[in-house]
Nanobody, 111 residues
Framework: QVQLVESGGGLVQPGGSLRLSCAAS????????MGWYRQAPGKQREMVAT???????TYADSVKGRFTISRDNAKNTVFLQMNSLQPEDTAVYYC?????WGQGTQVTVSS
């Protein structure tokens, strides 16, 4: 099974930006639909953004216009650019490609 490793999380002030990365151990980026999900304390995991193999994207209404999913097929890496972050974006963010999930990276938005 392909391993996914997320990075780029951290503490940021409201209005700030972060860029998450998800590195895959095998060549699956661009082959399967990939996505970013998040889970806040006491809440269910929710979809944040997805991208199909053809490049079609879907975003949760709460992040439209602020977050952008992208990929680098050559580097087997998926990205999530997050701008205008708000406290309600605080969560553990997970990368998913096909049946593989990453371990998650914490994003905390607080002043």
């Amino acid at each position: 099974q392909v391993q996914l490793v997320e990075s780029g999380g951290g503490l940021v002030q409201p209005g700030g930006s972060l860029r998450l990365s998800c590195a895959a151990s095998g060549r699956i980026v661009g082959i399967y639909t990939m996505g970013w999900y998040r889970q806040a304390p006491g809440k269910q995991r929710e979809m944040v953004a997805t991208m199909t193999s053809r490049g079609s994207t879907t975003y949760a209404d709460s992040v439209k216009g602020r977050f952008t999913i992208s990929r680098d097929n050559a580097k087997n890496t998926v990205f999530l650019q997050m701008n205008s972050l708000q406290p309600e974006d605080t969560a553990v963010y997970y990368c998913n490609i096909h049946v593989s999930w990453g371990q998650g990276t914490q994003v905390t938005v607080s002043s």
